[in-house]
């Protein structure tokens, strides 16, 4: 039987205050990250996909009707990590180094990338994510719905921002333009962002 696991979190569940409350991170991480995994155990058990990774169940059921079920526990059990990595403590800012060079290069400049991926997370249409990918070589920002993710399409995550309401509303209500600003202000690692763009 495969069995997934909730990862740790990669930093302590209040260390992202004031932006996000250890609050919204108790159900966000403790309920719902937890649900997906539990379900994707379930939903996996004595299948041939209980001996895959997590990336090749994503890519294996995408698209396919008669696996939504696994595909959405998948593939949000791989999202939540990567968004939990996507922020830090004290992070946020403009990125440098090769990654800044890249931005600059494919999206014409920090401040174009945040307008375009602030533009993609306020207009994703209810729940779902806004990231910044690579694919075919150049970066590019997208917007999933719902568990959706660049994954299923061929391209490489960058960094993600989740805009599903349980990810701000606690903090923020409806105001989900304010939690995109403090997240890109104050959260987004663009540490873990560099190595992904390297490896």
Request: hydrophobic residues 40%; charged residues 20%; proline residues 4%.
């Amino acid at each position: 039987m495969s069995n997934f696991a909730l990862p740790q979190l990669p930093w302590a569940d209040n260390a992202l205050e004031p932006v996000i409350s250890a609050r919204t991170i108790s159900f966000h991480y403790g309920k719902h990250h937890q649900a997906y995994v539990t379900n994707l155990n379930n939903l996996v058990k004595d299948t041939d996909l209980a001996a895959m990774s997590l990336e090749d169940i994503i890519k294996k059921t995408a698209g396919d009707s008669a696996k939504a079920g696994v595909f959405n526990n998948a593939a949000q059990v791989w999202n939540h990590t990567f968004y939990w990595n996507s922020m830090k403590p004290g992070g946020g800012g403009a990125p440098g180094g090769d990654l800044k060079a890249k931005i600059d290069a494919d999206l014409g400049g920090f401040d174009k990338f945040k307008e375009a991926f602030s533009q993609a997370a306020l207009t994703q249409f209810g729940s779902g994510w806004a990231w910044l990918a690579l694919k075919d070589g150049k970066l590019t920002v997208v917007k999933t719905p719902n568990a959706e993710t660049p994954l299923a399409t061929g391209a490489k995550p960058i960094i993600t921002i989740d805009v599903w309401e349980h990810a701000y509303y606690l903090d923020y209500q409806n105001r989900r333009a304010d939690y995109i600003k403090d997240w890109l202000d104050k959260l987004a690692n663009w540490d873990f962002a560099a190595k992904n763009l390297a490896g």
